[in-house]
């Protein structure tokens, strides 16, 4: 006798419930520099044998990730308490001129969350 396997097809979040999520910045390292943009420390590598491999070639097992004007905002809100709603609102107000703004902001979180960057 087969059995049908019970497993779920992935279904993307409407847009709606997407706009509930609230993002939370994973604990990196991160600063402000003088232009008041977002650096983010980021680690190369989580295993022993890449933090061996860069301690053995002498270079630095992190590399920073640059945020825009864009990003910064939506970095610092990314605090598990704004709504990704919250944070397209503060966007909008910031850069009322910018075009297709939602989109660049979800596909910008989806990128943050696949980086690992992010928890949504």
């Known amino acids: 006798m087969l059995r049908k ?3 779920q097809k992935y279904r993307p979040p ?13 604990d990196f390292e991160w600063s402000t520099n003088d232009n008041g943009l977002v650096e983010i420390k980021v680690p190369k590598f989580k295993g022993n044998f890449g933090k061996s491999f860069c301690r053995i070639i002498k270079k630095d097992n992190i590399f920073t990730a640059n945020m825009d004007k864009i990003g910064y905002i939506v970095w610092k809100n990314c605090d598990g ?6 944070i397209l609102r503060k966007i909008k107000k910031e850069f009322p001129e910018e ?3 939602d989109q660049r902001l ?3 979180l989806q990128q943050m969350q696949s980086l690992n960057y992010i928890n949504l």
């Open 5 to 7: 396997k019970n497993k």
């Open 14 to 26: 409407t847009v709606e419930e997407f706009l509930q999520y609230t993002p939370k910045r994973v």
């Open 99 to 101: 075009e297709n703004i």
């Open 81 to 86: 308490s704004n709504t990704v709603k919250n």
């Open 106 to 108: 979800f596909l910008f």
